[in-house]
C-alpha cells in the first residue's frame, strides 16, 4: 500500500511556503475549495513534482516579480509510505538553501528509512523512486491523480489509450519482455551463427587434417615397404656376396693347393732338362764339324786319288828322254822313277785308307750325334712343353691368388654391407616437416575437443534460442500480451458493468486484433444502442470519463495499491443529478482511502468531508484551514 503524507512547499509558483498532509485523515473525503487562481493546482502539480520532477502544467519557480526578497528558490519534500516502510524525497529547483548541508540547487534528496540514498545520478535515484512508488507519471496521473486540464482518456488516440492501459495493466513488462527476449534472441542468435561458422571452419580444418593424416600414414607406410624392400635386398645381396665369398673358397682349396703341388713336381721335372739345351747346341755344332771333317776326308781322297791317277800316269807315260836335258831315259831310271812314282802311290794309298777310316769312324760319330740329336730334339720338344706347363700352372695360380684377393675384397664388402645393413635397420621413419602423424594427430584432437565444446555450447544455444523465441512469441502482440491485455480489460468492462446503471452508459473496451497494433477500441452504449462517444455532451464524457478512471483504477488498485485519489474539478460540466452520482461513488470509495476533491464552488459538500480553504493573497496561496 503506497499512503501520502507530509508535503512541504517552498517557492512552488504561487506558493512561498506551505505545510499539507496528505493523510491527515486514514480515511475519507476532504474537499480542497478556493476561488480560481488561489493555488489549488499548485498544490497538486507540487505533489506530482516532487514525486517525478516533471509538472502537470506550468512553470514551478515563481515568477520572477513576484518573489519575496527571501525567495531561495523551489523545494518540495513529500514524505510517504509503502508496505509499512518510511519514505522522503526533498526535490529543489534552483534552491539556494542547504540540503543536508549541501546547497540544493538541482537535487534530488531521497531517503529510504531515514537513510539518504547517495545515488549521484539523479536518473537512477529517480528510476529506483519510480519502482518503489511502481507508478509511473502517466498511470499516475491518470488513476491517482485525476487532473483539471488533463488529456481525458476517452478523448485521447487510439494509441495512447493502448499505452495508458498497457501502463495501467503493467503489460508494459510485455513490451520489455519482448524487446529483451528480442534483443537477447538477436545476440544468442549472433552466437549461434558466429558458433556455426566457427564449428564450419573446424569441420573444414578436421577433413583436411584427416586428409594430411592419410596421406602422412600412407607416406609412413610406404617408407616402411621400401625399407623393407632396402633390407631384403641389402640381404639378398649380402647373400649374394657370401655365396660367391664362399665359391671362391671353393675354388681356391681345390685348385690352388693342387697347383702348387703340380708346380713343384714340374719344376722338379724342368731340373732334369737342364742341360738339354746346351747338349742340343754341343750336338748340333758336332754334327756340323764331323760333316764338315767327312767332306774334308772325302776330298783328302780325292786329292789322293788325283795324285795316284797323276803317278799312275807319270809310270805309264814315263818319258824316253828328260824334257829339260833331252838325255834319254834310262831302263833303270825309268824303273827308278817307277818306284818313287810307286812308292808315292803307295804313301797316297796308304793315306787314303787312313782317310777312309778318318771318313768311316767321321761317319759313325756323325749317325751317332745325328741319332742323339733326334733325342734331344725330342727332350728340347719336352722340355719346352714342361715349361710352357709351367707358365700355365703359373698363371693358374695367380689367377687363383688373384681369387683370394676377391675373396678378400669380398669378406670387407659383406662386412661393410653388413654395417650397412644394421645402419639401415636402426633407420627409422623420419617424416618430413608438417607431415608428423602425432602432431597432425594432436592438432586433430584439439579440433575434435573444439568442435566438440562449439556443438555443446550450440546445443544449448539452440536451446535458449528456442526458448528465447518461445518467450518473444509469447510476449509479442500476438502472443500472452492480448489475451491477459483481454483479461485485464475485461475486469475494467466488469467493473464499468457496476457502474452501467449509476450512468446510464454501458462501456465497454476491447483489443482490436485486427489493428495491426492490437489498438484499443470503446464502445459505448445508450438504451441499447451504440453511440459515438465523440457525439455525446460534454457532461455525458465527464461522466463516461469519470466511470471508466474508477473502473480502471479499481483494476490498478489490485496491484498497485494506494491510500490517495486526488480529483481536480470532477464535477467540470456534471449536473447535479450527476454530482451525486460521482459522489455515491466517492463516497463509496473513501471508505478505503483518502479521497481529495478540488473544487472552486465554495459551496460544494459532501457529507461527512472535511474542507480545506486556500486563498490568494497578494498572488501568494495561503492555507486558511
Ligand atoms: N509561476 C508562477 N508564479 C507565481 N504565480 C503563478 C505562477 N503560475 C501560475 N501562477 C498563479 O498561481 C495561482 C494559482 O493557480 P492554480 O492553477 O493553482 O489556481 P487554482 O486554484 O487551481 O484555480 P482554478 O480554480 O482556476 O483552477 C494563479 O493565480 C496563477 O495565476
Ligand atoms: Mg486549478
Redesign the pocket.
Known sequence: MLSFHKMRIEG????KYLEFDWGAREMGITIIS????????????ALYWALFGDSI???????EH?RPKEYKGTLVEINFEKDGEEYKIIRCFEYKGKVEGRAGKNGLFFYSGGKLDLGRDKKGVQSRINRLISYSKELFLNTVIFG??QQRLMDDKSSNKKKFFEEAFEVTIFQDAYTRANNLLSKISGEFNSLQSEEKALKRDIANYKERIEISKNLERSWHKAHKEKIKSMLENIQDLEQELEDSEDSKNDSIWEYEDQLKKLVEERECYKNVEKEYNECQSDISRLRTDISLDEAAIKGCKKHIAVYTKNIETFPDVCGECGRPYTKKDKEKATETFRARIDGFNRDIKAYTLAREQHEKQLLAKIENLSSLNQMKKEYLDLLSKISALENKILEAKKDTKLAESLKSKIEREKEKLIRVKLERYEPEPGTKIEDLQSKLDSFTKKIKVIRKKLVKLQVEINRVNFAKETFSNKGIKPWLFNMLLEQVNSRLEDYENLSGFKVVFWVDMESANGDIRVLVNRYGTEVPYEDLSGGQQQLINLTTIFAINEVVQETKPCGLFIG??LFESLDTTNVEVVANILQDKAQEKNIFL???LLDFNIQNSAIVR?E?VN???TLLS
Open positions: 512552488f509558483a504561487s506558493i478556493a476561488r480560481n487562481g488561489s493555488g489549488k493546482s499548485k498544490l497538486i502539480n502544467s506550468g512553470a514551478v519557480g515563481m515568477w513576484i483539471q486540464k481536480d474539478e478540488v473544487t472552486h486556500l490568494n498572488g501568494f496561496t
